[in-house]
């Protein structure tokens, strides 16, 4: 297969996820499987903040040092359909005066591939936590053991790579292959009959002793999910 025609692929991939929208997640039973949970006019919400290794396992490419993965779950009233958006939903830093907006696929996997460039030095920019770690990796080129160090945060781990080596997430084809995935399994939007869930995807902000709050607005009515501290 010609890599001109591998990247028409991936890109039909994407076109044909975005067309068809979000799958999401499996919700569970209820919202009170859920560490955070609120309700909103009937509307009952869970929310969990994934850990880095629960979004290696979640996702094709690393993202953990990309942005905070938070799955939520909306539990409609019966006979009711609220209307599900991802700009209903904001994070905010309990305490502080920092709150972000979930960010969509597109530029998630932007920001991946610009952090995977062979060119740049391994670096979290602002993080959950921050912390360090050292080891080795096989080369997906030679397949020679290599050692590494790097940084790791408590929202993502990330660890540095030979320079000039090729790094999951860098190429062309691999950011449309993230933007695909990271699509698949976002929220679903739209009027919800039943439950649904999935992830949205929130600019890492800096924690140190706050805690974390998903905020849901509608139509002027604000409640808050707070995650428990770790």
Known sequence: MTRKFA????????ASVAAAGPRGTVP?????????????????????????????????????????????????QK????EVSRDDFSLHVAGTDITVWPSSANTVAAKLQQ?????????????????????TYTDPVTGQQVKTHGVYTEAGAGVGVAPGS???????????IAEADLADKGLP????????????YFPIVEKKKHALQLEYEVNGNKVVLQFPQK
């Open 7 to 14: 990247l028409s692929a991936t890109f039909v991939l994407v």
């Open 28 to 76: 569970k039973p209820s919202s009170d499987r859920y560490p955070a949970r609120a309700e909103s006019d009937g509307t009952k919400l869970g929310a969990a903040l994934l850990t880095s290794q629960e979004v290696r396992q979640a996702f094709v490419f690393d993202v953990s040092r990309t942005c905070l993965v938070i799955e939520v779950a909306l539990y409609p």
């Open 79 to 82: 006979d009711k359909e609220p």
């Open 115 to 135: 952090q995977s460039s062979p060119s740049r030095d391994v670096g979290v920019e602002s993080s959950v936590g921050v912390g360090y770690e050292s080891g």
């Open 166 to 176: 090729p790094r999951p997430g860098s190429s062309d084809r691999d950011r449309a």
């Open 189 to 200: 939007e739209g009027k919800a009959s039943s439950p649904v869930a999935g992830y949205l």
